[in-house]
T-cell receptor, first 114, second 113 residues
Framework: GENVEQHPSTLSVQEGDSAVIKCTYS??????FPWYKQELGKGPQLIID?????GEKKDQRIAVTLNKTAKHFSLHITETQPEDSAVYFC?????????????FGKGTTLSVSS | DAGVTQSPTHLIKTRGQQVTLRCSPI?????VSWYQQVLGQGPQFIFQ???????GRGNFPDRFSARQFPNYSSELNVNALLLGDSALYLC????????????FGPGTRLTVT
């Protein structure tokens, strides 16, 4: 079945450093790749997404890159701040669903120390 | 504008019981999806509904069912609860089928004892 693998599972950085989280997906028909940030006790928050016809997308300090040939995509956070500390999930659309179901990675716990 | 709302926030049930969880989507959104998030894992897709019809189903047993109402709100029902059903149940709303964005609510924490 479809699968999304996410690495690393934990990531610790100093404030101001960059953080990179990588994901690979198995279904070559997936065409939508969102990233979510989940803080303790809250639901996942959509922070950025990318579609298969785009290679890179930026929004202030965050950016996402997509390599469809290699079936992997990455989240880049620059100038990290303590409030960036959270669990980050990547996801990919499931192609065999009539709707817009997503399959998620297992998450990366990002800790930013000041 | 209000985001996705879910009720109740927390719930404790006994094995074998039945539970109903409720979700109201973002105003203007017509699609509602349900996900199960076990501690330490990513959300797992259960159902998607659009215009009151089921548009997708994940790999969950028939004990799980859902429905969507004319106002686009939704309920998730789980029968014959098992200890393994303990999880955070998330509702996500989106503009509709074909539009991929999904916005999650805060979830309902279900504990089965």
């Amino acid at each position: 079945g479809e699968n999304v693998e996410q690495h690393p599972s934990t990531l610790s950085v100093q404030e101001g450093d960059s953080a990179v989280i990588k994901c690979t997906y198995s279904d070559s028909a997936s065409n939508y790749f969102p990233w979510y940030k989940q803080e303790l006790g809250k639901g996942p928050q959509l922070i950025i997404d990318i579609r298969s016809n785009v290679g890179e997308k930026k929004d202030q300090r965050i950016a996402v890159t997509l390599n469809k040939t290699a079936k992997h995509f990455s989240l880049h956070i620059t100038e990290t701040q303590p409030e960036d500390s959270a669990v980050y999930f990547c996801a990919a659309s499931i192609s065999d669903q009539a709707g817009t179901a997503l399959i998620f990675g297992k998450g990366t716990t990002l800790s930013v120390s000041s | 504008d209000a985001g996705v709302t879910q009720s109740p926030t927390h719930l404790i049930k006994t094995r074998g019981q039945q539970v109903t969880l409720r979700c109201s989507p973002i105003s203007g959104h017509k699609s509602v999806s349900w996900y199960q998030q076990v501690l330490g894992q990513g959300p797992q897709f259960i159902f998607q509904y659009y215009e009151k019809e089921e548009r997708g189903r994940g790999n969950f047993p028939d004990r799980f069912s859902a429905r969507q109402f004319p106002n686009y709100s939704s309920e998730l029902n789980v029968n014959a609860l098992l200890l393994g059903d303990s999880a955070l149940y998330l509702c996500a709303s989106g503009p509709g089928v074909g539009s991929y964005e999904q916005y999650f609510g805060p979830g309902t924490r279900l504990t089965v004892t």
